[in-house]
Each structure stands twice: as C-alpha cells, then as structure tokens.
C-alpha cells in the first residue's frame, strides 16, 4: 500500500531564509508523487508534480522538489521565503491509475 | 474557466438533521472526488465518480453518507441524520485523468454540526 509521511506538523522559518519541508514516500511501483498548497479558507491546489521525467521538478511561486529514489523522499524547497508562502502544505502519492494518498500536511509559517 | 464550485460554503446545523452539500466539476472533467479534511485525520478521500458513476464508496464513512453524480455538472453529498462528528471541511475535486493527473479543488464546505 501506498503512504506518505510528511516530517514536521509545523515548520517556522524567517522571510529570505530557505524552505526545506519533507516528504518520505512508500510506493511498491514507481509512484507519480505531488504537491499540493492549501491557503487559509481555500482548496488545494497543485505546486508541482514527478512523473517519472527530470527528478528535480520546478513548480510556481519558485517552488521546486527533488525526487530521491535511494532515499525515498520528495522534498520541497525554496531558497528564500516570502510572507504569502504562509500556507499549509501537502505531499501526495499515487499509482498511475490509483488514488492520491495525502500526508497530514505540514503548516509553513513566515515571520518577517 | 470557472473552477470547481462547491456550495454552501458554510453549514451549521442540529445532530440529527439532513445536509446535502453540492459541488459542480469543471466542465470536461470526467472524475469528480469528494474528500473530507479534519485536524486529526487530515484529508480522507470518500469516494470518487468516472463518468458519473461511483467507482470506489470505500472511504464513506457509514450508511448515514451517500453521494450521487446524476449528471456530468453536478454531484452532492449528503449525511442523514447528522452527528457532531461530522463537523468537517468537505472538498470536491475533479480532474481529466486519475492518479497522474492534476485535482481541482473547489473552496470546500464547512460543516459544523452542534
């Protein structure tokens, strides 16, 4: 079975500094694995995604994740925070025809 | 292009009352998710439609949910009776593949059962 395990519930980081959130997967096939930002009040929606092309994926608002087969992780990065990157974020996983499996989110504070 | 629109976007209701919240997927889309997001389970997938046809109910949670896509533009869900531990964020999604796709999200429904 397909899971991910997002490591830190709440991460707080200083505007300008690096955006480092985790994510470890476990997949029995090569996985499709995803990113997704939720805004307070608002859905989820897509940062970025793997699909088996490039392993270091680049997404919007300078977002990018790097997927690491040996160590099976997708971790999110961004070198330098911006206070409306305060969001809530979530790693996903899945099979080609399969259902997106969510981590528990991890929450991204900004302070100034 | 609109999105995914859900409504109402909040509900407050008595234990033991009937709430249908409704969702419309984005045109073209032909799988439409509903999913429930709380503190302590995060975001649950409770069933999906391919072309208007539930595929995969396995995530509801009981008897008392039941969710219906009579048509490509409009799908519900409904709980009846409602219990205070249905209190939730309820979200549609819809998307053109499943699994390597992406998901539109709408804004979600906010229920608070009391």
């Known amino acids: 079975a397909q899971s991910v395990t997002q490591l830190g519930s709440h991460v707080s980081v200083s505007e300008g500094a690096l955006v480092l959130l985790r994510c470890n997967y476990s997949?029995?096939?090569?996985?499709?694995l995803f990113w997704y930002v939720q805004y307070p009040n608002q859905g989820l929606q897509l940062l970025l995604k793997?699909?088996?092309?490039?392993?270091l994926v680049k997404g919007i608002n300078g977002f990018e994740a790097e997927f690491k087969k040996s160590e099976t992780s997708f971790h999110l990065t961004k070198p330098s925070a911006h206070m409306s990157d305060a969001a809530e974020y979530f790693c996903?996983?899945?099979?080609?025809?399969?259902?997106?499996?969510f981590g528990k989110g991890t929450k991204l504070s900004v302070k100034p | 292009d609109a999105g995914v629109i859900q409504s109402p976007r909040h509900e407050v209701t008595e234990m033991g009352q009937e709430v249908t919240l409704r969702c419309k997927p984005i045109?073209?889309?032909?799988?439409l998710f509903w999913y429930r997001q709380t503190m302590m389970r995060g975001l649950e997938l409770l069933i999906y439609?391919?072309?208007?046809?539930?595929?995969?109910d396995s995530g509801m949670p009981e008897d008392r949910f039941s969710a219906k896509m009579p048509n490509a533009s409009f799908s519900t869900l409904k709980i009846q009776p409602s219990e205070p531990r249905d209190s939730a964020v309820y979200f549609c999604?819809?998307?053109?593949?499943?699994?390597?796709?992406?998901?539109?999200f709408g804004e979600g429904s906010r229920l608070t059962v009391l």
């Open positions: 999604a819809s998307s053109l593949t499943r699994g390597t796709g992406e998901l539109f």
């Open positions: 997949s029995s096939v090569p996985p499709y």
């Open positions: 793997y699909t088996s092309a490039a392993t």
């Open positions: 996903a996983v899945s099979e080609s025809q399969g259902n997106l499996i």
């Open positions: 045109s073209g889309h032909d799988y």
């Open positions: 439609f391919n072309n208007n046809v539930p595929i995969d």
